[in-house]
C-alpha cells in the first residue's frame, strides 16, 4: 500500500497490520531498539518506524543503511503525545535493496549546486520532493482550468521551418552527418530528415492562432526551445509553456482570462500541495502562503504604459535607466512600480518598437499588449491581442525585414474569415518559481538544460 | 457565448435573444429567406440560423460567403419537428472577417490528402473538429487516470545526449553554424550549445526511472522524437508518449495498470466525447463504439510468447514467415492470434534477443516484458519489469556493445536502493488511432512531421 493512504486517514488503519515498501530516509538506533524514517515518495510525509529485539532479524536490521529499499509489514499504533500521531512498529523488515556508505545523499545539509550535480538523486531529498510534487499538482491545475473553461488542449509541433517570435534564437535540428560536412565541403539539405532546414519551436503561437480560428478556445502546453545564452537563475534552453489563444476576444478579455488563470492555480496548488507548500513556506520562502493567497484574493490593476513612465518620471528616484517615452521597462522600474501599487497589475498598450510584430497596432503608435507583473517578482507573462488585419500585419513585418515566404499560411489566416484573438504565453517554470518560492529554475526543472549544461 | 451552452440545454434560451460569433460553414438562399450553418469550434454541432426580409440589411447578408466570421444576433425558437430541435432567428448578423471565394475548404468532399495540404485550414472542418477534440479529451483522460491513482506527473527533458533506446534512431540538435563546418573543415563540439553531441530523446524511460524510485509512481506525458524513415500510415518522426514507471511493481502489476489505463481512457472518451464519438462511428469507422465497449468490458488475457507460437505452429496455416521460438512475432501472425483470440490480450515472456537492453532477464532466457495486442490493430504498446540488478544489466549491455559511460547515472540506480520496477510506453498517437477509428496518423497530429515533409 501506499503511505499517503496512513497518512489521508490513519485512524483507519490503527491496530491493524500492513505492508509498506519505501526507501530509509532515516535510521536512528538504540542498543535495543531503533527508529526508521520511511519514505515512499507518495506524499512527503514520512512514516516513523520502531522496531525493537521483537523484530525479526533484529541484529540484521540494525545494520540496514539511509537509501536502502525495504519491505515492511508491522502494526500501526496511535502515538497522541508525538507530532505524527501514529507508528507503525514493525513486525519484520526486508532488505530489497541496500546502498551503500558512499550514497551521496547521507542525512545532512546539501547545498543546491551539490543537489544539481546528483540530479538523477535529488527527487529524492525532501526539498524536491515538495518542488516536483508541486510542479506536477501546477501542471493539473492548469489543464484544469482550461478544461473547466471549454478550452481545447492542442499539441502544437515542436519541430517547425519557422522561428515564430523572430528572435533567431533557435536551435537547428538535423541527420545530417557533420564529419561527412566537414570532409566533403557540401550542406545539402535535401539530405537532412525532412528535406529542409528545421529548428524547434520557440513558440506555439503561429500554430495555436490557426486552431483558435477553428476552435475559439485553445491551449498548449508543451516544451519550448530557446537558445539563449544568459547564465542567470531565470534562464533555461528548455522550459514547458502555456498559450492559450482566445478567438473573438480582445485585450481586456485575454487579461481577464489571465487574471482569473493565475489565481485559479495559486488555490488549486494551496488546495492540492498541502504539506509541500507548508514545507516551502518553512523553508524556502517564509511568508510564502500568505504572499500568495494575497495575490490570489485581489484585484488586478490595468496600467498602461505611459501612465507608468509618468509615475517613474514624478517619483523623481534615480534610476540606472532614466525613465521616458519609449524606454523598456527595466527590472529596477518594475520594483519600483511593483512597489508603488502593492498588488498584481497589467502593464498595457506599450510603444509598437519594444513588442512583437504580431500584436495588434493602435493609431497611436502603441500596441494592444500586455505584461502581467506580480510583486516581488515583476513580469512574469506577456499578452497581446493579434493583428489579424492582413496588410497591416504584412507591412510590420516588412518594415522589421522578416521573410514573408516563411509565414504565408500564418499572414493567410488573415484572408480566410479573420476575427479578433488574443493570447499569451505563460514560462511554466517561472509561474512555478513564484509558486514554489524556488529563486534559481535550475531547481524547479527535473533535469535542467541551460548553455553548456546537459547532463542525465 | 459560446454555442456550445446552447446545445447543452436549448431549453434555457427558448425564446431569449442571445448573441453568438462563429464562421459561416453552409449558406442556402432563397428569394425572400436563407439558412446558415454556423459554427464556433466550441461544440461539433452546428448552430442553425435562419433569416429572412425581417433580418438587418437582408440583400448584405445574402451575400456573405463560406468561410467568413460574423456575429450574429437573435432569438432561440423550438422546431419541433426538425433533426435540429431549434434554431437561431436572425435580428442582425455582422461580417467580421470575409472568406474569398478561393477559399479551399468549400463545402464539398475533401480527401485527406487534400486535407493535408491545407493543415493550417482543416481544423475547421467537421472530421477534424471531431478528431482533434477527441485528441484533447484523449490528453485529459491520461492525466485524469494517472492522477487519481497518485502518480507524478513528471516533465521528462526532450534535449538529451543518451540514446534511451540505443537503436540509433535520434536527431541531433545543434547550434554549429554547417556553412562554417564546410568552410572552416571543423567540427568542433565544444563550441556547440551545450559543449557536446546532444539530441532529442526518444525515450523518456531512464529519466523516469529515476523519478520512480524516489516518488513510486510518476508518469510523463510528451513529445517524442524518432528519425525513423517508415512512409507507413503508422510513422511520425515526432509523436507524443506516455510513460508511467512504477516502484516496487512486477510485470503482473504493471500489466494490471495497463488494462485499466486503456479501460478508463476509452470509457472516458465515449462519456466526455459523445457527439464526436458519434460522428466517428457513423462517418469513420463503422461499428467503433461497439468495438471499443468490447474492449473496456472484457478482460484481457495473458498469454506466453511459447504459447503463441505453439497455437501458431499448430493452426498449419501457411505464413509468410514460419512461426518457430526465437522468430519475432509479425503482423500477419498477430492478426491469426487476434482473431484467435478474439479479445484484447498480453503477449508475456520474450526470447530476450528480440526486446529491449532494460528488460528484467530471466533464467530460461526470456525476459519479462509483455505487448499488448488489441484486435483489429494488433501490438499498440509494450511494458516490462526492468532490470535492477546491477550486473546483470551490465553484462547485458556489455553484449550488446553499449558504451557503459554514456548510462553512468542510470546504471548507478542499481547501486543506490534499488527495487524491483515496471512500466511502459504508449504512442499516444497510435492509441488515439485506434479509438477514433482514423487509419492514417498523419490525420490525428494537428502538424505531422514525416520523412522529408515539415510543413506549417
Redesign the interface.
Known sequence: M?I?EIFDDYEKFLKKEITV????RKHRKQKSMGFIDLS???CLERLSLTYSSDTKDFCEVQKLHI???V?VTGTIVATPDRTQKFELVCKEIIL?????ED?PLQPKAHSREFFRKEA??R??AEL??AV??V??VL??AI?DYF?SH?F??????????SDGEGAGEM??????D??R???S???NYEDD????K?G?CVTAQL?GE??A?????IYTF??T?R?D?SHTPYHV??F?HIEPEV??CDLDGIMEIAEELVKYVIKYCLEHAKSEMKYLDKYVEPGLIEKLKKVSDCEFKRVTYKECIDILIKSKKKFEFTPKYGIDIAKEHEKYLCEYFDCPFFLTMWPKELKSFYMKQMDDGTVAGADLELPGIGEVFGMSERE?DYDKLVSRMKELDMKLEDYE??I?????????RSGFGIGFERLLMYITGIDNIRDV???P?T??????
Open positions: 501506499d499517503k515498501e519505501g526507501w530509509i515512499d515518495g507518495t537509501g536502502s529499499s519491505r530489497l535493496g541496500d546502498c551503500p550514497y538523477y538523486l527527487p529524492r524536491f520532493q516536483f510534487r510542479r506536477s501542471s493539473i489543464h478544461q471549454g481545447l488542449y492542442l499539441h502544437a509541433p515542436i519541430l517547425t521551418a536551435f537547428q535540428v538535423t541527420t545530417l557533420l564529419d560536412i566537414k570532409e565541403g557540401e550542406v530528415f525532412f528535406g529542409k528545421v524547434l500554430e490557426a486552431f480560428q477553428a476552435f475559439k478556445k508543451g516544451p526551445f537558445a545564452k534552453a528548455e514547458w478567438a473573438f489579424v499560411w500564418y493567410k489566416l488573415r484572408k480566410y474569415g479573420t476575427c479578433k526543472c527535473a533535469f538544460r548553455h553548456k549544461s546537459c547532463e542525465f
